[in-house]
T-cell receptor, first 109, second 114 residues
Framework: EDQVTQSPEALRLQEGESSSLNCSYT??????LFWYRQDPGKGPEFLFT???AGEEKEKERLKATLTKKESFLHITAPKPEDSATYLC??????????FGKGTRLHILP | KAGVTQTPRYLIKTRGQQVTLSCSPI?????VSWYQQTPGQGLQFLFE???????NKGNFPGRFSGRQFSNSRSEMNVSTLELGDSALYLC?????????????FGAGTRLSVL
């Protein structure tokens, strides 16, 4: 069964304290992996798409990487405005998109 | 450019009733996907419509249905509501099929079933 697991469920960091969020997946024929950010009361906002192992993408303080079994979202020197829930999703061979339950990130000033 | 608009933002219904949710995609987007978000299950895919045709469907019972109009606006209907249907329902639009395009999400409709 296709599955996406994100860890940790919640993470509290001090401002400037870098860390990584994990997204591990089991899916038949991965066609793409997506990262989204969701703020309270809003819908998810697209961050990155990764298609193949070894691929990396960066945006400001965020960097996403992909291996054959997992993806990491690295957050460098985070600021309080980076506080949000980060969602990982995979596109399986049948084109269905499966989301993980997310990591709630809280950056303390 | 206007984003994805979902109406209403909040709904309260009782068990056994039916409900219709509306989604207006970004202008020019032809695909609309619907998701259910709950604290326990996270975001779960309901279905995707492209050019008025259902292209993909998640593992939800037949009580959940949808349609898309010629202007790409979409509606989702849930019949015979159950307590477990309480959730945030999110709509996402994309220029083409969701599998090959960035999805833009609306703010959602929060449905409470009493």
């Amino acid at each position: 069964e296709d599955q996406v697991t994100q860890s940790p469920e919640a993470l509290r960091l001090q401002e400037g304290e870098s860390s990584s969020l994990n997204c591990s997946y089991t899916v038949s024929g991965l066609r793409g992996l997506f990262w989204y950010r969701q703020d309270p009361g809003k819908g998810p906002e697209f961050l990155f798409t990764l298609y193949s192992a070894g691929e990396e993408k960066e945006k400001e303080r965020l960097k996403a990487t992909l291996t054959k079994k997992e993806s990491f979202l690295h957050i460098t020197a985070p600021k309080p405005e980076d506080s949000a829930t980060y969602l990982c999703a995979v596109q399986a061979r049948d084109d269905k998109i499966i989301f993980g339950k997310g990591t709630r990130l809280h950056i303390l000033p | 450019k206007a984003g994805v608009t979902q109406t209403p933002r909040y709904l309260i219904k009782t068990r056994g009733q039916q409900v219709t949710l509306s989604c207006s995609p970004i202008s020019g987007h032809r695909s609309v996907s619907w998701y259910q978000q709950t604290p326990g299950q996270g975001l779960q895919f309901l279905f995707e419509y492209f050019s008025e045709t259902q292209r993909n469907k998640g593992n939800f019972p037949g009580r959940f249905s949808g349609r898309q109009f010629s202007n790409s606006r979409s509606e989702m209907n849930v019949s015979t509501l159950e307590l477990g249907d309480s959730a945030l329902y999110l709509c996402a639009s994309s220029r083409g099929l969701a599998a090959k395009n960035i999805q833009y999400f609306g703010a959602g409709t929060r449905l409470s079933v009493l």
